[in-house]
């Protein structure tokens, strides 16, 4: 994709830039947890959506056909997750080598997976209302990020491409100031929120340093139905993708946030100095 959007003096190098939050969501299309420090592994944030729902058939469940997942609430415990719905708890331990194992399908990619067992799947199919199994991705699994993007081979959990995704709180500030309603940053499902900067300044950076680890920007992140999904009820709002459409729409798709790649593992907490490396900049 052209690197095309027109920021407003893209070549401003003297912000103070820092993280604001950290997020993780330990099951793909779930509530998230904020976290003052993280710690990065071979898949990206430590915990990050290494769960997932999937079909009987193995293929994964997300928001855009079952909203009802963004009430789902999670905790992570010592050996698995506590799930929440609408007041209702249960406990799940994190499966062993000794589960079943499967294929769970994800885009493209079909990975391996350990089932987390019947009664989860039972509690979850009675509240999103479908047949469902509950899976984890052990240490070991393998999915690479796109070879189009990735340098060294990269890993990713069950996100949908790529370890990291950043966004600019004054990007989500210039989107608001659009709308009728203002919209939290969760409606985008970050894992890091960084401000400082102008709105969109992340389209131009290419290399940067977070707290003393290095990354690197691979492509920007393309938007699904998602964003139109409110989080604390489930409840659907169109709007907010048809303005978003209406000027950050390239190449027949919508982008929002950038999608990150990084060399070395390593921690991240919030008020951590975000320093710009390089950046590229291409007048629309």
Not at 162 to 171: D, H, R, V
Request: proline share 5%.
């Amino acid at each position: 994709m052209a690197r095309s959007f027109l920021l407003a003096d893209p070549w401003r190098v003297h912000d103070v830039i820092t993280v604001s939050a950290l997020t993780i969501y330990p099951v793909k299309s779930a509530a998230g947890i904020e976290l003052q420090e993280a710690a990065l592994d071979r898949f990206g944030l430590s915990g990050d959506r290494r769960w997932l729902l999937v079909s009987p058939a193995g293929h994964f469940i997300t928001q855009r056909e079952e909203p009802r997942l963004a009430l789902l609430l999670v905790a992570v415990e010592g050996g698995g997750l506590s799930l929440a719905f609408e007041g209702e708890v249960i406990e799940v331990l994190t499966p062993g080598a000794q589960a079943r194992e499967i294929r769970a399908q994800i885009w493209e990619d079909q990975v391996r997976a350990r089932d987390a067992g019947d009664a989860v799947a039972l509690w979850l199919e009675q509240k999103i209302g479908r047949q469902c199994r509950l899976v984890y991705m052990p240490d070991d699994a393998v999915r690479r990020v796109d070879g189009c993007y990735a340098s060294a081979g990269e890993m990713v959990s069950f996100a949908d491409g790529y370890p990291l995704l950043l966004i600019s709180q004054g990007s989500l500030d210039d989107l608001n100031s659009r709308l009728e309603q203002p919209v939290p940053m969760n409606r985008f499902r970050p894992n890091i929120v960084v401000e400082g900067c102008l709105a969109f300044a992340e389209d131009s950076w290419r290399r940067l340093r977070i707290g003393g680890l290095e990354m690197t920007v691979a492509k920007p992140c393309s938007r699904c139905v998602m964003p139109s999904i409110d989080q604390a009820t489930a409840g659907r709002d169109p709007h907010i993708n048809r303005v978003l459409a209406s000027y950050r729409r390239r190449d027949g798709s919508v982008y929002f946030g950038q999608n990150l790649l990084y060399p070395q593992t390593g921690t991240i907490a919030v008020g951590a100095a975000v320093e710009v490396m390089d950046q590229e900049f291409v007048h629309c």
